[in-house]
């Protein structure tokens, strides 16, 4: 068992045994999605701020498994609006629940969660620190549609600066000695301290600020991001770079057959619409992979194995 | 003899905390909380120091400190040298290093922070004892030693 009924807050403590043990069961999950083994137990979803693919992904996961599901969406509707403090709304959940998933804007709230409560916590995002289940099934994408996590070249492309999820995937690929490209604009390139832990982890990885027809058909992924207009301060910098970072159908000609593509999602305009219907688009599927990965969250944290 | 010891060797029994950064001066006090103290304190700021050019340098009778109050030091004044003095004697001399684990003494500089929103207890893991860099145990935000700021 990877989390031997504890908590996950962070992939960083998860030693690589985990990390494929918890794929493993995900992909007994895939196999058969409905398992009545969490009959009587309650799971509760506290989602101090609204997001509504994971919430509804871990709901569907907990109910697929046979729990009750009690929780909120949005913390306006809840007493921390009256200004209870997160460990009290955590000390009385507890009362109720056998896991709580929690959600929550301020960064490190999982981990303190974690500390007071007496029920384990799976942390669903805390601002833009982790968000391990993400990082679960974009791990659990590569592996099934590659069959291993090593020897990969894995291009990471659009908002590399501010995107949780891949700073998350580097921590869990420190585990795998694939390739690494970082393909940004030189506003949003990967951070210097990422790029130190990659070097200090021997996370082989390049730098390029453009995308272009001989990266695509070098990658056996490509993980997509968002490139935001918010992130910028000078808003002709955007015009000028939003339209390098976006994938078409006509520049996957060359691609390797093996090639799939992920987002995160939700996509906006990074990936156009005519992408969607190549074999390489995996990112509706990396979505419902969520669903296995969390069934399979759910159950190590409860000490449960199928 | 240099006048800064001259003031050390008058001091019968108590702690002499030496080789402050002069910017540091004040943050030791408040960190020990000598203004609170009722036995004799005597407070050097700016004097001349052949290794730092300006140091500050603070003599307090009487007093002498835990290991967790001279950790708690170290993390804001890193490389100070602290003597215990007896009977007009030293009696120890040492450099302080910083502690593996900060509790409850630094702020993280993350405003989304859990730790500046609950009543929580701020823990940092000392990611580079001799640079002085922190990492807040909450949210992973890394803190120089220049940008440290007490709770």
Redesign the interface.
């Known amino acids: 068992m990877a989390l031997q009924g504890r908590s996950l807050i962070s992939l960083e403590e998860l030693a690589k045994e985990d990390i494929l043990d918890l794929l493993a069961q995900a992909s007994k999950f895939e196999s058969e999605p409905n398992r009545k083994i969490l009959d009587g137990k309650v799971v509760a979803t506290l989602f101090f701020e609204p997001s509504t693919r994971t919430r509804l992904s871990f709901e569907t996961a907990a109910n697929r498994l046979g729990a009750r599901v009690i929780g909120f969406s949005d913390a306006a509707t809840t007493s921390s609006s009256k200004g209870e403090?997160?460990?009290d709304t955590i000390m009385m959940v507890s009362n109720y629940a056998d896991v709580i998933v929690m959600r929550?804007?301020?960064?490190?709230?999982a981990?303190?969660a974690s500390e007071v409560s007496p029920v384990p916590i799976i942390n669903a995002g805390?601002?833009?620190?982790?968000h391990p289940s993400q990082t679960l099934l974009d791990l659990y994408s590569m592996l099934k549609t590659q069959g291993r996590l090593d020897d990969l070249d894995i291009t990471l492309v659009g908002d590399l600066k501010y995107g949780r999820t891949v700073h998350s995937m580097l921590t869990a690929m420190r585990h795998f000695s694939s390739r690494f490209r970082f393909i940004a604009p030189r506003e949003l390139e990967m951070p210097q301290?990422y790029k130190e832990y990659c070097t200090e982890h021997g996370i082989v990885f390049t730098e390029s600020h453009e995308f272009n027809d001989e990266i695509i058909s070098t990658s056996d992924i490509i993980y997509m991001t968002r490139v935001q207009k918010e992130r910028f301060t000078d808003l002709m910098v955007y015009e000028k770079v939003k339209n390098a970072f976006i994938l078409r159908n006509q520049m996957l000609s060359n691609a390797r057959e093996n090639l799939k593509i992920l987002h995160p999602l939700p996509r906006v305009n990074e990936i156009d619409q005519d992408v969607d219907s190549n074999p390489a688009a995996y990112y509706f599927k990396q979505a419902k992979n969520g669903l296995y990965v969390r069934e399979a969250i759910i159950c190590d944290s409860l000490n449960i194995k199928v | 003899m240099k006048k800064s010891e001259l003031v050390v060797a008058a001091l019968e029994n108590g702690t002499v905390i030496d080789h402050i950064p002069p910017d540091k001066v004040f943050d030791v006090v408040n960190l020990l909380k000598l203004q609170e103290m009722t036995t004799q304190v005597t407070i050097g700021a700016n004097l001349f120091s052949h290794k730092m050019g300006r140091k500050g340098i603070i003599k307090i009778a009487d007093r002498y400190f835990t290991d967790e109050e001279v950790s708690k030091l170290s993390v804001i004044v890193p490389n100070i040298v602290i003597t215990t003095i007896h009977d007009y004697e030293v009696t120890e001399k040492h450099h302080v290093t910083m502690p593996d684990k900060v509790v409850g003494i630094v702020r993280c500089l993350?405003p989304?922070?859990?730790?500046n929103?609950?009543?929580?207890r701020t823990v940092f893991n000392v990611t580079d004892k001799e640079a002085g860099t922190l990492r807040?145990?909450?949210?992973?935000?890394?803190i120089y030693s220049y940008e440290i700021k007490l709770v």
Do not use: F, M, W
Request: proline residues 3%; charged residues 25%.
């Open positions: 403090s997160l460990k929550h804007y301020l960064e490190g709230a981990r303190y805390d601002g833009a620190n982790q301290e | 993350n989304k922070c859990i730790t929103h609950e009543p929580v807040c145990h909450y949210c992973n935000k890394e």
